[in-house]
Nanobody
C-alpha cells in the first residue's frame, strides 16, 4: 500500500494550493483518509479527515476543504487563504476504519497508513 502526496510548493499569503494523495494497492472506500502536518520545530498536528463525515482542525476550518474521489483512491486538500503559519510538511494518512468520535479522527495513532510528505511554504 502506498500513499503518494503531491502538490506542495511555495506560495504567498492569501494564495491557494491543492494537495493530492494517490493511493495504490488499496482503497479506503469504507475507511478514513486525512491529512496531518508538521512545521519545523513543532509537533505533528491534525489538519483534516474524511471518514463518516469531514473533520477539520480549528486553525483551518473555513479555509481548507478535504475531499475524496475515485472510490477513495484519491484524496484532495484544497487550501485557500493560506497563511505563513500553514507552512509545514503535509502528510496523507489512511485507515480501514471509521471512528465514532471527532477526537479519534484527530489522533495520529488512529491511522495505520502514512504517505511521504509534501512541503508547503507560505511566504509573507
Amino acid at each position: 500500500v502506498q500513499l503518494q502526496a503531491s502538490g506542495g510548493g511555495t506560495v504567498q499569503t492569501g494564495d491557494s494550493l491543492r494537495l493530492s494523495c494517490t493511493v495504490s494497492g488499496h482503497t479506503f472506500s469504507r475507511g478514513t483518509m486525512g491529512w496531518f502536518r508538521q512545521a519545523p520545530g513543532k509537533e505533528r498536528e491534525f489538519v483534516a479527515a474524511d471518514g463518516r463525515g469531514t473533520y477539520y482542525a480549528d486553525s483551518v476550518k473555513g479555509r481548507f476543504t478535504v475531499s475524496a474521489n475515485n472510490g477513495a483512491k484519491t484524496l484532495y486538500l484544497q487550501m485557500n487563504s493560506l497563511r505563513p503559519e500553514d507552512t509545514a510538511t503535509y502528510y496523507c494518512v489512511g485507515d480501514d476504519r471509521t471512528f465514532s468520535t471527532r477526537y479519534s479522527y484527530t489522533q495520529a495513532n488512529s491511522y495505520y497508513y502514512w504517505g511521504q510528505g509534501t512541503l508547503v511554504t507560505v511566504s509573507s
